[in-house]
C-alpha cells in the first residue's frame, strides 16, 4: 500500500536552540565567521554539499562530500566516463546492503575513508574533553584545503529526531561557540548552527553497534596515488581472500619460491577476480588518458618475475586472473611475508624496478587496501596482522 501525502514527512522543523544556517541570524553568522576565518572550509565542501541517498547512508554521503571537496580522484569510473565519488562507490570494507540495514561506526566510516585514498583519524568523544573538539574543529575550519571533520553525534541529544547520525563540519564562530553542520539529510533538517558544547554532548552517547561512544572523524588527503585498475571489492569471495592472506599460504614455506608462489597462488586463485577494478570491464568508456595509463601498468606489470613466474605455474590459464594474483604478491608486506618464513629470495623475485613507477604507485595503492581490510577485520583476533606487520600501519 502507498502512503498517502500526510503519513509521510516533508522536512522537520528545527528545535529551539540550533540557528537555520539561511535565517537572517545564519546568515549573520556566517558573514561574522567568515571575517574570524572559521569559514575558510565551507566553500570546497559547499560545492560539494550531497543529500544522503538511502536514509541509512548519512555516514556514507558524509564521507562522499568530503572526498570530493578534497579532490580526491578515485581512479574509477562512477558513469559513462566520469571518475566521481557516489555512495556506489564506497563498497570496500562493508558491503553496501550491510550499511543499507544497519549504517556504519565510526571505525568503519574511517576504514572506507582510507579505501578510498584518504586518511581517517577517528576519535571517540568519551576519551575528548570539549576543548579538544574546539580544537579539532577550529582545525578543520581554518583551512581550504583540508582536514575535514565529519561529526558523529546521537541527534536526541540535539532535540532533533532520530539517533545516530553522521555529517560535516563547514563553519565555526568563535565568538559565539558555534558550529556550522551540513546536514546531509537535506530532506529532513536543513544545515544549522548548534552550540559546540551541545554538539560535544551529542556524541556522548554510546553507538549500541559498536558499544563505543560516537565523535568525530578527521579526514585528508592522501600522497599516494590512486588505484587505477587493482582493489579490493568487499563482498564474501574477498572477504574469504582478506582472511586467507592474513593466515599465510598455509604450505610450502621455507621451500623453494616456485613452491611458495604456487601454494599462494592455489589459495587465492579462485577468488582473485574478485580483485579486478570493474572500470576495466568497461574499458570502452574509459578517456584515452585513463584507459592509456591502464596500459602502461599491465606493461609493466607483466615484464615483473612476479607475473611470469605465477603465469608459468598457471601453465597459460586466465590471464586476467595471473594479473590479479601477481599484483597481489607483489602488494603483501614484507614483514607479513616474513612471519609465513617465505623463502628469502622471494623478495628478489618481487622486486619493482625504478622505471616502473606507475606499476609501483599501484601496488603501494593495493597494500594500503590490504592494510586498511587487515586492521579492519582481524584486529580482535590472537594472530592479529597488527603483530604479523609490525604494527608499522595495520
Known sequence: MTASASETFYRRPLPDGLIPFASPEGRQLFQEALTEGGMQGWFALAEQFHTQSDPAFCGLGSLVVALNALEIDPGRIWKGAWRWYSEELLDCCLPLEEVASKGVT?????????????????????TAEVGRLRDAIEQATASPRGPIMIAAYTRRVLGQTGEGHFSPVAGYHRGRDLVLVLDVARFKYPPHWIPLALLHEAMQPVD????????WIMVERNSQASALLFRIVNHEDAQALSRSLFDGPGEAVN????????????RVGTSAAAWIERAWKGAGVLPPEH????????????RTQAFLMVRQLDNGGDAS???????????IPETLLRS????????????????QATLAAEVASLRAQLETLCQWQQRSSAGSCYAKT????C
Open 340 to 355: 609465513w618464513h617465505a623463502p628469502t629470495s622471494l623478495l628478489q623475485h618481487l622486486h619493482i624496478d625504478a622505471s
Open 321 to 331: 586472473r595471473d594479473e590479479a594474483v601477481a599484483m597481489l604478491l607483489l602488494a
Open 291 to 302: 584507459r592509456h595509463a591502464i596500459e602502461c601498468l599491465r606493461s609493466q606489470l607483466l
Open 255 to 266: 621451500e623453494t619460491v616456485p613452491a611458495f608462489a604456487e601454494a599462494f597462488a592455489r
Open 390 to 393: 609490525g604494527g608499522a600501519k
Open 106 to 126: 565510526l571505525e568503519e566510516l574511517a576504514c572506507l575513508a582510507r579505501c578510498n585514498g584518504a586518511q581517517a583519524r577517528p576519535q571517540h568523544a568519551d
Open 208 to 215: 549500541p553497534t559498536s558499544g563505543q561512544s560516537r565523535g
